[in-house]
């Protein structure tokens, strides 16, 4: 349910930014759940500019996240609704990025965002980022080494809004080299 602060079965409350927010007063009517592929408030909400949020943040569950199911299960579920997303009125009309970011790497031992600030070659600390977007060439690669700050001020950058601390405003910005 909207702002459930509890975990239950596949769904992680950690990793649902929301709940995080407790003086978020639209909490209860603007954290959905994604729904299904053929009943989908998201999906509904994108078919119009004037319906559709100006930021969105979709996090899977454990499965479907990779977490606790295989990297085939994530990709059989990305496969389903990018271009659900990507076909949707409002992506057509070039006023929408897709951010896919991962939260941590694997292997070594340092994969907190405190941690890879300073350690930042340590493998833990390197995680996939694909940027979708009208705008982005298919195939297009980067060579800038980006932080979840570098997200966090790219976010920032696209909504008008000031860096939101310290660390996103030194990041890198991902706005230029994904042409956003």
Not at 41 to 64: G, I, Q, R, W, Y
């Amino acid at each position: 349910s909207a702002c459930d602060h509890t975990s239950s079965g596949q769904y992680a409350a950690k990793h649902n930014p929301a709940v995080y927010y407790t003086d978020l007063t639209t909490c209860k009517t603007d954290d959905v759940p994604l729904g299904t592929l053929t009943n989908s408030a998201l999906l509904k909400d994108f078919s119009s500019e004037t319906t559709a949020p100006a930021f969105s943040v979709v996090t899977p569950n454990l499965c479907d996240d990779m977490h606790d199911c295989s990297v085939a299960t994530g990709d059989s579920w990305l496969k389903q609704w990018i271009p659900k997303i990507t076909a949707t009125t409002v992506y057509k009309a070039k006023d929408t990025a897709i951010f896919i970011i991962w939260d941590e790497g694997e292997g070594g031992s340092y994969a907190t965002l405190e941690n890879c600030a300073a350690h930042a070659t340590d493998v833990s600390c390197h995680v996939a980022a694909i940027v979708v977007a009208p705008s982005v060439p298919a195939g297009a690669r980067v060579a800038t080494a980006f932080t979840h700050f570098s997200f966090v001020r790219t976010v920032d950058g696209l909504l008008g809004l000031p860096a939101l601390n310290a660390q996103s405003k030194a990041a890198a910005s991902m706005v230029a080299p994904f042409n956003l």
